[in-house]
């Protein structure tokens, strides 16, 4: 299972997001820090779940890094996140 896949199928278990878009940027960051040849470094989610209802954009990017905690102490180096509520401006 490709990183993408991994990231994706953990985020739809945790969070049953209404709409979810794992792009791996991996091939923007060639030349950077942490950047490793074949990619699967570089991360752009946009999610948005019921779960993120009431929550802060700190609470609800902690909620996302402690699912993929496992993730980002090994091969993800980094990771963008947009992440809403249904009915929020931008979702």
Request: glycine share 8%; proline share 3%.
């Amino acid at each position: 299972m490709s990183a993408k896949d991994d990231i994706t199928k953990k985020l739809s278990e945790a969070f049953a997001p209404h709409s979810l878009d794992v792009i791996d940027e991996s091939h923007l960051h060639e030349g950077h820090s942490g950047h490793r040849h074949g990619g699967e470094t570089h991360f752009r989610v946009n999610i948005v779940s019921p779960a993120f209802a009431g929550k802060s954009r700190i609470e609800r990017h902690r909620m996302i890094n402690a699912t993929l905690a496992a993730e980002l102490a090994g091969q993800l180096h980094a990771l963008a996140i947009k992440a809403h509520a249904p009915g929020e401006a931008g979702a």
